[in-house]
């Protein structure tokens, strides 16, 4: 009777521990940690889908922005351009720039 109970409880351990195993890498289980992350990467990423349009709202109602538009279109690097956007405050939201934003934004202007 012994080695039933011995037996019995090994195979339980043994089959949580797969289930365990197979929740985390198949079934798409998640720790707290790991779905914190993906949910900050959720808002990180409609952060910078509803902003991005402001930004380009906000440089094309600037009276020089033909004149700025040429301007960005000679700089040839990603982050001078970034620089660029920043330094117009474009992508400033309250007091802050998100540099997500920032990055989205002046991709899309180098691309007008």
């Known amino acids: 009777m012994e080695?039933?109970?011995t037996f019995g409880l090994w195979g339980m351990a043994i089959g949580a521990a797969l289930c365990a195993i197979v929740g985390m890498n198949w079934g798409g289980w998640e720790t707290?940690?790991?779905a914190q992350v993906l949910a900050q990467k959720q808002v990180n990423a409609a952060l910078v889908k509803a902003?991005?349009?402001i930004c380009i709202a906000k440089f094309q109602a600037?009276?020089?922005a033909p004149v700025k538009l040429a301007e960005l279109?000679?700089?040839g690097t990603t982050w001078a351009r970034e620089s660029f956007?920043?330094?117009g405050k474009w992508a400033e939201v309250g007091n802050e720039q998100n540099t997500?934003?920032?990055d989205a934004c002046?991709?899309?202007l180098f691309k007008l």
């Open 3 to 5: 080695q039933k109970w």
């Open 32 to 34: 707290r940690s790991s």
């Open 51 to 53: 902003l991005t349009p």
């Open 62 to 64: 600037a009276s020089n």
């Open 73 to 75: 279109k000679k700089i």
């Open 85 to 87: 956007v920043r330094e």
């Open 100 to 102: 997500p934003v920032v």
């Open 106 to 108: 002046a991709d899309a």
